[in-house]
């Protein structure tokens, strides 16, 4: 594959195993800075600002950075070092609050710290550090599992619309809402984008272009309210998204806009895939109501990106992150197992729920 996009390291566990490198996507795509983090602080702040982002992102990471903590415990009995991981996972936990990815995998290390109930800490330090790293390989096969049934839902020359960025950097390797893209580029087959330049953060613009373009796969940039043009014009052939958390009923958080493209692809009567690793997948939420929208700083809407302010400083701003989209505006979901087509209660519980 041209560009070699698919193994970019946004991220891995630093040879000595007391930090955790990452590639750092604030940055992207003037500068290429590699971090090297291993404090409490510094490993919060990169999750709050977006140097880790994306929902497998975030969730890979936080599994290392409660790894690396746990491994700084002076304590040597297993209550106290348990205290301290729970006080550690708290904290990490409360960076943000919309990407389902961040709690499980914590849950996922603290259920590692429960089995081991009672044996010595490096033993148990050693088991975080295996399941730490078995987080991040099973998302790698993941995302490739779900490029593969992605691939079964375009032809060649098609062109998809993409929104935010759910490609190698928000994932591991081929991502999930762009690894269909890799993987046909690979297989000969070619496939094009239309992406959302998605405001304020603009993850479509630094990030997916530019994940794009250095595979050689051709990209076009568009603002976000051009969206509705290039439909109209019938230029879109579906619409690709990612997800950071989806309901038990299909309702998936994504990005602040996927909504109003989701609305839009239906009007145009064009396929809107959602692609979403299990570990996206919340059956504790029934419906999109009972997922929590973050909500972000007014000045990434009034300064950031901007040369000088583009509002006056007492202008009220509403800035959420993300937005739900309501099942019954979803073709179909996109999983490593297989594609849940609606009524998405049915269809995901057949294929992912254990109870
Ligand atoms: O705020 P971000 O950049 O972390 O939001 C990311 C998204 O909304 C992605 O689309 C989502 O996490 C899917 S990543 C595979």
């Not at 230029?235 to 839009?264: M, P, S």
């Amino acid at each position: 594959m041209s560009g070699n996009i698919a193994k970019i390291y946004n991220m891995r566990l630093a040879d000595d195993g007391s930090a955790v490198v990452i590639l750092d996507q604030s940055r992207l795509p003037g500068e290429t800075v590699y971090l090297t983090l291993s404090g409490r602080e510094e490993l919060f702040e990169a999750i709050r600002s977006l140097r880790v982002r994306g929902a497998p992102a975030i969730g890979i990471f936080a599994a290392y950075a409660i790894y690396i903590l746990s491994a700084q415990t002076k304590k040597t009995d297993y209550d106290g070092f348990y205290a301290e991981f729970l006080d550690n996972k708290a904290y990490l936990d409360a960076a943000r609050p919309t990407a389902v990815n961040l709690r499980a995998m914590l849950d996922r290390m603290d259920a590692v710290v429960h089995r081991h109930a009672g044996r010595p800490v490096p033993e148990i330090l050693e088991a975080l550090k295996n399941e730490a790293l078995a987080i991040h390989r099973e998302d790698i096969d993941m995302c490739r599992a779900i490029a593969e049934h992605g691939l079964t839902l375009v032809k060649d020359g098609d062109c998809i619309l993409t929104h935010c960025n759910a490609g190698p950097l928000a994932t591991s390797e081929y991502g999930t809402g762009l690894g269909t893209f890799f993987l046909a580029r690979e297989r000969g087959i070619t496939l094009r984008a239309y992406c959302d330049e998605t405001r304020p953060l603009l993850q479509g613009a630094r990030l997916t272009t530019y994940e794009l373009t250095r595979a050689g796969i051709d990209c076009t940039l568009i603002c976000d309210n051009m969206a509705a043009a290039v439909m109209k014009e019938g230029k879109i052939d579906a619409v690709f998204v990612g997800c950071d958390r989806v309901a038990g009923n299909g309702d998936t958080a994504n990005k602040i806009g996927t909504l109003g493209v989701a609305i839009l692809a239906k009007h145009y009567d064009i396929p809107f895939y959602v692609f979403c690793p299990s570990s996206t997948i919340d059956f504790s939420c029934k419906t999109g109501d009972d997922i929590v929208i973050e909500q972000r700083d007014p000045a990434e809407i009034k300064e950031k990106y901007f040369t000088a302010p583009m509002a006056l400083p007492e202008v009220n701003c509403y800035n959420p992150a993300f937005d739900v989209t309501d099942n019954s505006l979803i073709t179909a979901i996109v999983t490593e197992r297989g594609i849940c087509r609606p009524p998405y209660t049915e269809s995901l519980a057949a294929m992912f729920k254990k109870d």
